[in-house]
């Protein structure tokens, strides 16, 4: 699942580790290990994989897994704009 290689991991304020992957044009998202599901019920938490640039200013398309089954949907900011999480999407 994992596209992009994971070089520098900066902690979360929620105790998740966040992953960018360095090169010359910049620092993309690649993957989250212990992130929060939001929109699931209780505090789940699973390992996150970004599968491709950011879509849009705010979001980036993601994956994870969850009881054997591929999840996706997009990793983008809490209400507070304070932890990245993980959003699945219904399609």
Not at 25 to 53: F, H, Q, W
Not at 58 to 81: K, L
């Amino acid at each position: 699942m994992q596209k992009y290689r994971a070089d520098k991991a900066i902690k979360q304020a929620d105790g998740a580790t966040v992953w960018y992957s360095v090169w010359m044009g910049g620092e993309p998202l690649a993957k989250i290990n212990n992130c929060r599901i939001e929109n699931m019920t209780g505090d789940m938490r699973r390992t996150v994989y970004a599968t491709s640039e950011p879509d849009t200013w705010f979001s980036v398309p993601a994956v994870c897994q969850i009881s054997g089954c591929y999840v996706r949907g997009y990793i983008t900011y809490d209400d507070d704009h304070n932890n990245l999480v993980f959003r699945h999407c219904y399609y």
